[in-house]
């Protein structure tokens, strides 16, 4: 059996970081909200840059309660699809001509999601990175904290259960 020369780092950097925009850029929602995501290996680090449109509260000022939750939503849903596309993309059973072209596969459909709003958003950008908790091949269990100056001081975290579709469940 013959093996594939490797393959230099920048290149898999490049194909990786370019499947990430095709992930993030099929749902324009998360364009809306001005939400960009930032990989690290395998883990995604999501930031939510401030503009005046989020401010829900302008005498403290905070950021709209709404707008927490669906940057937060939105970084679970995108960890969790990217927990399960990192596999098929690292093994080629995913090209990357499919993802840009718009053939994404369906996104986790959420079941219940429950935010924790443990402070006021100050009127500057926010982080947020998800945790896979438990995923199986119907149901998944993702935990995300938001954080804005220091990751150890959360301004909100939350827990999401999703419904995995059909198309990402790999048999093992």
């Known amino acids: 059996m013959k093996r594939r ?3 230099p780092v920048q290149v898999v950097k490049q194909r990786r970081d370019a499947a990430l925009s095709a992930l993030v850029q099929s749902v324009p929602y998360i364009g809306f909200l001005g939400i960009t995501f930032e990989r690290r290996g395998d883990e995604l ?3 939510l840059h401030y503009h005046d449109a989020l401010i829900g509260n302008p005498t403290l000022p905070a950021i709209h309660g709404g707008a927490t939750a669906a940057f937060l939503e939105v970084t679970a849903v ?3 699809q990217w927990f399960h596309l ?3 993309f690292e093994s080629g059973e995913l090209e990357l001509e499919g993802l ?3 053939q994404m596969p369906r996104l986790p459909k959420t079941i219940d999601f429950t935010v924790d709003y443990l402070r006021s958003g100050l009127p500057r950008d926010a982080y947020a990175r998800a945790t896979v908790n438990r995923s199986g091949r119907r149901y998944a269990s993702v935990h995300v904290a938001g954080w804005q100056d220091h990751k150890d001081k959360l301004f909100a975290q939350a827990t999401g259960h999703f ?3 059909q ?3 790999t048999e093992r």
């Open 5 to 7: 020369p490797p393959e």
């Open 45 to 47: 680090t999501s930031t």
């Open 78 to 80: 995108i960890t969790l």
């Open 86 to 88: 990192w596999p098929q």
């Open 100 to 102: 840009s072209a718009g």
């Open 163 to 165: 419904l995995m579709p």
């Open 167 to 169: 198309a990402l469940v």
